[in-house]
């Protein structure tokens, strides 16, 4: 039952499916970590695989980048295709000066001052939660693996923050008490899909630049180097049931 961008049958997808941004990334991880990975989808080049890890099956399948790409391939993926699970993972931006690069944070509550759920639901709501029960799975599998996980809220933006004429004005208008800690570009828009669906969404990021810090990852160490954060999603649907 193909969509307007999505080729695959409704077989083909499996009820779990890691969601980074970029295809390539996608393409990365079906090639290096999936067994019998089939390519399920190449509608605009938003690639998508199913496979299997080990002995469960489970779908890849890139969101593209922003909000409005990303409210496309979760809606689709949770509304027309069964998925219950969808667990982003991407690049962020650090908020705290302890964090470096390629430290990997899982995304507690997410927010925005866009405006997509007032589009999409006549709700005017710019904070929403991701999915308690994905990230304890992946919190009990960081603990598992040793490795070293920093849990904290997110903002999601609607431009590049590194592009912004003044972050700290930015900063300014996000509410008090809300303390972000790192900084993307999807998360609001799946977990706010993800609830008025009722399903489950949980957004982990490794860290690729930040505002304290003069380094940044090139493309091809956020294309390749963001291997931890790629086997803690993996190795955690091990415990989706």
Known sequence: MPTPHNEANLEDIAKTVIMPGDPLRAKYIAENFLENAKLVNKVRGMYAYTGSYKGKKLSVMASGMGMPSMGIYCYELFKFYNVENIIRIGSCGAYKPELK???IILSESVYTEGNFALTLNNEDCHIVESSKNLNEKIIYTAKEKNINLTTGNTICTDCFDLYMTDVNKFLNRVPKGFNPISAEMEAFTLFYTAHILNKKAACLMSVVDSKYIK????????QTGLNNMIKLALDSTALID
């Not at 380094?215 to 956020?222: D, Q, S, Y």
Request: glycine share 0%; charged share 45%.
């Open 101 to 103: 690069l390629f430290d």
């Open 215 to 222: 380094e940044v990852a090139t493309p091809e160490e956020r």
